[in-house]
């Protein structure tokens, strides 16, 4: 039986979802969730608290609650419910007190919040994204001495995904280029590129997968055939090793793999937002 | 003085980062942040252990050190170091053992790795980025029965980090329509987004903050002037009203915060990646 998995938070719950996901991927149970941001008022908390009884007394077994609430008079309506209930960063924080020799002063809002003190690095998140867009699948290759990150591989093996993710997460700026059929015959890497080999990072992809996702866009196509696709993965696979460009197989790896490697490879750090 | 923080991880590192981050963000202490993904070996562990260890001799501070790591051999490595070692998911893991009656059996990359069972949801993650790319900024206005989410407003109010936040990390298909300064003589909702009113979302902005951003993009122009921005936001403001669009003010929150916020209101469930 799958087993009510609660995110709960006073802001917008990523962090309660991503501990209590991480824990819940340490057991081999099936789990429906329900994520429930903004818990800020006690009328609001009282109606979680309901449904989280509803659901006990419905399935027989107790929710599993996910939360973190600066209020103490919210975060106990939430404690007096019949889901077996987890402060995410309350186990952490207290041994921490004791090392920074100082006492926590919770603020809601401030993990994924907006401060004075951020805006400036916001706005160059936000700028960072449209960089990315502007340079996405080669539609400029100027300014690139802007980029932090330049992209390279064939039509649909995830540059772009990849970029974006690297801009929004990260505050990247990522570009990225793409090599089409028409350069196989006598693939190079363009003159444009080659100040900026440093940046470079390759993406390459299984022939086979490749085909299944750009059948999904054209089917029964030459640029979907197996033949083309692994063509055009062997030609460029070739051009990454002979300009020594380092590259992964993105094959088997989400977006937040290939964009952890990526910025662990070329040494770009990683600023949280 | 600024604290060492490292996010230690074999995998992403990502669930340390939010983690840690989360915890030190409720003390008022400045850091200096460090995150090392995919530590697997034990090489390469020995490596991570030198370098907190030469940060400590360096600043007389030992780091803190939030980790995640499946591996005993290669977490015993980094336990040994000098730093402040904190494992960010192994606190909540016991006392769940006990609530689901059942061991815990970790893999390492489970939490943000792509795996047989996961890869048709993360096709859909994809397809979702690929349909709010080609929906934004109202260059489609076709299939949009297939939207999950329809934003509203006028340029630059920040509807196309939102949506694209939506689709990376919910696997959202979000549209994005924009209201033009040719539009606000005669302002009206087109006719082409009536029938998806329960998908309709506005996002407005302080006329100040919005002239300020346009100002990075087109300095001194009439586009970004504060009269123009104050009519285009008091035109839109007036037909989200007018058609019972449910709209935030963006000004001051992050694209986490505007998301989880809009997700929230509409009644669409959150899908984790």
């Known amino acids: 039986?799958?087993?009510?998995?609660?995110?709960?938070s006073d802001g917008t719950a990523i962090t309660a979802e991503v501990v209590g996901h991480s824990v819940m991927s340490q057991f081999p149970v099936a789990t429906v969730t329900h994520t429930l941001p903004f818990v800020e008022s006690e009328a609001r908390a009282r109606a979680v608290r309901e449904q989280i009884n509803a659901l006990a007394k419905q399935t027989?077994?107790?929710?599993?609650?996910?939360?973190?609430?600066?209020?103490?008079?919210?975060?106990?309506?939430?404690?007096?419910?019949?889901?077996?209930?987890?402060d995410v960063v309350q186990a952490l924080v207290a041994p921490l007190e004791q090392e920074l020799g100082?006492?926590?002063?919770?603020?809601?809002?401030?993990t994924h919040g907006l401060t004075a003190t951020n805006l400036n690095r916001y706005d160059a998140r936000i700028a960072a994204?449209?960089?990315t867009l502007a340079h996405d699948d080669g539609i400029s290759l100027r300014n690139l001495d802007?980029?932090?990150?330049?992209?390279?591989?064939?039509?649909?093996?995830?540059?772009?995904?990849?970029s974006l993710y690297l801009a929004m997460q990260y505050g990247i700026r990522a570009a990225n280029y793409p090599f089409i059929a028409?350069?196989?015959?006598?693939?190079?890497?363009?003159?444009?590129?080659?100040p900026y080999h440093d940046k470079l990072f390759g993406l390459t992809i299984s022939p086979e997968r490749l085909a299944a996702i750009r059948d999904e866009r054209l089917?029964?196509?030459?640029?979907?055939?197996?033949?083309?696709?692994?063509l055009e993965i062997n030609e460029v696979e070739t051009l990454f090793r002979k300009n020594k460009i380092n590259f992964l197989n993105s094959t088997n790896h989400s977006v937040e793999e290939i964009a952890a490697k990526i910025m662990d490879v070329l040494g770009v750090s990683r600023r949280m937002y």
């Open 1 to 8: 039986m799958e087993r009510s998995v609660f995110f709960i």
């Open 60 to 86: 027989g077994v107790r929710p599993v609650v996910f939360y973190s609430i600066v209020s103490p008079a919210v975060r106990q309506i939430i404690e007096q419910s019949e889901g077996f209930c987890q």
């Open 102 to 110: 100082m006492a926590p002063d919770p603020v809601a809002h401030r």
């Open 129 to 131: 994204i449209d960089y």
């Open 146 to 162: 802007q980029a932090q990150i330049i992209l390279l591989g064939v039509s649909r093996c995830g540059k772009t995904p990849t």
């Open 182 to 194: 028409d350069d196989m015959d006598d693939l190079r890497l363009p003159a444009a590129l080659k």
């Open 219 to 230: 089917n029964d196509s030459r640029y979907a055939s197996l033949r083309q696709c692994r």
